[in-house]
Every structure is written in C-alpha cells, then in structure tokens.
C-alpha cells in the first residue's frame, strides 16, 4: 500500500523540483499580466517561458504564447538567471 502511494506521488514531486529551480528561488509568478504589473509598477512585466528559462518582452512573436510560461517582472526574471530571448537570424 505505502509502496503504491510512492509510486503515485512520485511524478508529482518530480515536476515540482523541476519547475521550482527553472523558476528560480525568489521570483514571483503571476498567472496574468496585470497581476504581475500591480506586482511589480516600475518594472517590465516578461512572459517567461519555463521550459526554456527565457523570458519575452511584450512585443516579440511569442510573449505570453508558449505552452508553459507565466508573467514575472524583468528584474527578478534577471536576478534568478533567466535570459531574454533573441530572435534566430
């Protein structure tokens, strides 16, 4: 029974580790762009995408479209490690 419960709660914690250090220590997240703004007034809001560790300023083609991703403020985006994205030419 323990061992099943294991087993189950495995992938879950997994998932969690990963995410929690894609994102950092200290950086906030915000599901919406204005929550993040009233979070952060003075700084720029980014779309950050978790998978890639980079972040989008409003304006380039994938700001707020990646599959995962969420609104942070550009400063604490900076300060955990995440980089903005350049366009490939």
Known sequence: MAR???YRLFPGVAILLVVGTALGQGMQ???NEQAAQRHCPA???VWLNTGSA???LKGDPWYGRTQRGTY???IEADKDG???WTSPK
Do not use: Q
């Open 43 to 45: 700084d720029t809001v």
């Open 4 to 6: 099943r419960i294991a």
């Open 82 to 84: 995440m980089r903005a």
């Open 29 to 31: 997240t915000f599901k």
């Open 72 to 74: 942070a403020c550009k």
């Open 54 to 56: 980079n972040y989008h």
